[in-house]
């Protein structure tokens, strides 16, 4: 399996942005897919996740402003991030597995740069 994100820029607070997560390779294993993201000097966190059978996972922080989605025809996954703020600013990570649980996913992307300037 092969993640490739893209889309992450520089944004103004309060503005909104919508990077993506392609992928391929033997895609049919994966049970859930979803974003990190880690800023500078900070942990890597979980933002969202979808699983096969479409559940999402909301990390408080960005519960109302970020949303993911899934297309399956196109095997992408957007993320759309609206009314972002300098502290969202951090390298976004796709990730997925073949498990429901997060931390035994073993598949990511090479991370795609938001910045967030106030």
């Known amino acids: 399996v092969q993640l490739v994100e893209s889309g992450g820029r520089l944004v103004q607070a309060g503005g909104s942005l919508r990077p993506s997560c392609a992928a391929s390779?033997?895609?049919?294993?994966?049970?859930?897919i979803g974003w990190y993201r880690q800023a500078p000097g900070k942990e890597r966190e979980l933002v969202e996740v979808?699983?096969?059978?479409?559940?999402?996972y909301y990390a408080d922080s960005e519960k109302g402003r970020f949303t993911i989605s899934r297309d399956n025809t196109k095997n992408t996954l957007p993320l759309q991030m609206n009314s972002l703020k300098p502290e969202d600013t951090a390298m976004y990570y796709c990730?997925?597995?073949?498990?429901?649980?997060?931390?035994?996913?073993?598949?990511w992307g090479q991370g795609t740069q938001v910045t967030v300037s106030s």
């Open positions: 990730a997925a597995g073949s498990d429901y649980e997060p931390s035994l996913w073993g598949y």
């Open positions: 390779g033997i895609i049919f294993i994966i049970k859930a």
């Open positions: 979808i699983s096969s059978i479409g559940r999402k």
